[in-house]
Structure formats: structure tokens, C-alpha cells
């Protein structure tokens, strides 16, 4: 495969992944995920498989919904650097905007994130992302 | 064309599309669209052919000239599903940024985006396009 | 090299070249840019060469550390424009987040941004950049 095919595999990979979250399906969102995926928010909170990612994620879809705005996540900015054709790291930015009933939108948290991504039976996941917060890294 | 092929050239084509709404060309920006495309703000508001496009569409550039900012828009988180090497669908998010006069600027309105995008004599045109701003579907 | 393939080039390039500057990194920024680059800033700013690249970036990171704000550069919507294997045109549009201590992020300035990449070797470099605020143009 060349470079051009994998990052755009990649990008597709990307934009379905996030439509499950930001679309509130957590169970969709975790199947994008390996069975023992690592989920590192720095500083310090570190989630381990895809039930507890499916869990927590339900959880903040919920405190979303609660406050009445939609959630959507950007990412840009991507540097791709395959290790093999089965597991590749990538680097990228990630923010999120809020969209609130009276119009308009707000950018929320900007933040610097790596993932593992690896490939089984011709499908990519997520093995393990960490996303570092601008603030926390500042 | 391989998908990268067809990627870049998408990508492109909604470049070329949006600096011709975001420098003011209506007219421009109109002939990106079939003669007949049909484009949805949902919900409810339906403008078909390019004629109309167009009219609608010098309407909002003078509202935002009269405004005294420069809007732009940024798609991103693209999924491309091609039905043929002529019918391709795309879904994407797309924000507008306004800058004013004072410096800085501010994220308008998120939506999600679906498009059909056909090929006559090798040139893409949009043919449809459904607008769901963010704040009408939370 | 196909279009798609010098696409991805590209995009790897200004990812890294960008994470340099976001990162503070003056002289790896400075060093993605031809020795006797051309860096404009409309209207009138105009630094040339690579020392003097490097001396404006790190007064302008000094200045951001000491604002305590992390500030990350979005490109997007870009146009490839190669007039050979070893001169490419570009076209984007730039944004900026900067994220404070408190939480949060606000978008910075938008600009219309037109580079001149060239190869040497294999390796891309800013040969030149012209950058347009969108509050200056509008």
C-alpha cells in the first residue's frame, strides 16, 4: 500500500471514529478499539479495554447531552509514520467545538494526541491513544 | 483512480468551491453545483438550480460584507463513499470562522454535510447538498 | 510521483514544519525554509532568510510563553498548485487556538496563506510565504 493509500485509510478510519462519538454511540465508538486498547488522558487517567472505553464514553455522551450542546471533533495537522503495514503511529491535533441551542459554537479543549494504530484481518484500530491537553501541557 | 487519487482530487475541488463563496464570487461558486443541484439548509429550506444558488448566494455575501467580516469555511472529518467512478457521496463537517475589523476571530455555525458529488467530462460537481447545522439536530 | 502521493508529502510536511513553531522550536521551524526564503506578512512585513526566521520565531514564542497560552497552527482547505517535480504552489487557509491555563481555547487569527515550496535533494522547503489576515484583507 502506498504512503498516499495508508493516510487516506487513515483519514476515513478517523472520521468514522469520531461520527460514533460524536453521534453518541459509544459501542460503536469502543468497536473502533482493540479488545485491550490503552486510553491515557494525561496527566494521569489511564482506561484499559473496550468495555471500560465503551462505559466511559457512555458516560460523557450522557453529561453532553445533559448539557445541551453538540460535541464535534476536529483532528488536523497529522503526521503518519508506519512501523509496518500492521501497526502505525500517528501524531496529530484534536479539538473539539460546541454547538449550543442558541446558535452559534464554541471551541472547547485543544490537545496534542498519539495513537497506535494496528491492523488485523485487513482492519485498522486503535491500540493505544494518549491525548495530552494544551492546558496541561502548557 | 485509486481512492487516494480521488481524495486529492476531492479535497481540491471543495478548495477551489469554497474560496469562490468565501472571496465574494457567487457566481463562481454556482457553476461547482449541476445545473439542477438541489441544496437543502434542513430544516426545510430548499433552493434548487444553479440560477438560484447563485441568487441566494450573492444575497449572504453582501448580508456578510454588510456585516464587515470575512467568514470562511473549513470542512474536515470527511467520509468518501463513491457508487461509480461518476457518483461519489461525501458526509463532512464544515465550521465557518468570522474575523472582524478589531482582530481575531470567532467560529460560527458547525454543521454536518452530505454531499453528491458526479463527474461530467472529468469535472466534479456537487449535484446535491444537505446542510444540518448543529445546533438544529442536537 | 502521483498528485496524491506529493498530497501527502505535503501535508506531512507542514504537520512537522507547524509542530516545530508550536512547539518551540525556532530553529527546527527556521530550518524548514530555504536559506534565502521570503516571509511575508501583508501588509508590508517582510523578513528574509533563514537566521532572520529563526530570530523573529523565538521572540515570537518568548511572547507567547509569557501570555501562558499554548497556541497550535490549523491549516486547511489547501490548493496544490505543482509547476514541476521541484516547485509547488500552495494555497490554505491558517488558523490559530490558543489554550489557556484555565481551560479552553479561542480561535486566534485566520489567514489566507500562499507558499512557494521547492525540492533540494528530496526534502521540501519553504522557499517563500505570504501570509494575509483575513481582518487586513477584508
Not at 49 to 68: E, F, L, M, S, Y
Request: some cysteine.
Amino acid at each position: 500500500m502506498s504512503a498516499a493509500e495508508l493516510n487516506f485509510e487513515i483519514q476515513q478510519f478517523y472520521a468514522r471514529q469520531m461520527r460514533c462519538l460524536d453521534g453518541g454511540d459509544a459501542a460503536g465508538f469502543a468497536s473502533t478499539f482493540t479488545a485491550d486498547a490503552v486510553f491515557t488522558h494525561e496527566p494521569g487517567e489511564v482506561i484499559t479495554g473496550r468495555p471500560v472505553i465503551a462505559a466511559t464514553t457512555n458516560a460523557n455522551i450522557t453529561r453532553i447531552r445533559d448539557a445541551k450542546v453538540t460535541r464535534r471533533h476536529w483532528f488536523g495537522m497529522m503526521v503518519i509514520e508506519p512501523e509496518s503495514e500492521d501497526l502505525i503511529r500517528t501524531q496529530y491535533l484534536a479539538m473539539t467545538t460546541s454547538s449550543n441551542p442558541d446558535g452559534g459554537a464554541t471551541v472547547g479543549a485543544v490537545s496534542l494526541v498519539d495513537d497506535v494504530l494496528v491492523r488485523h484481518d485487513g482492519q485498522l484500530s486503535t491500540a493505544s491513544r494518549t491525548v495530552r491537553g494544551d492546558r496541561v501541557t502548557r
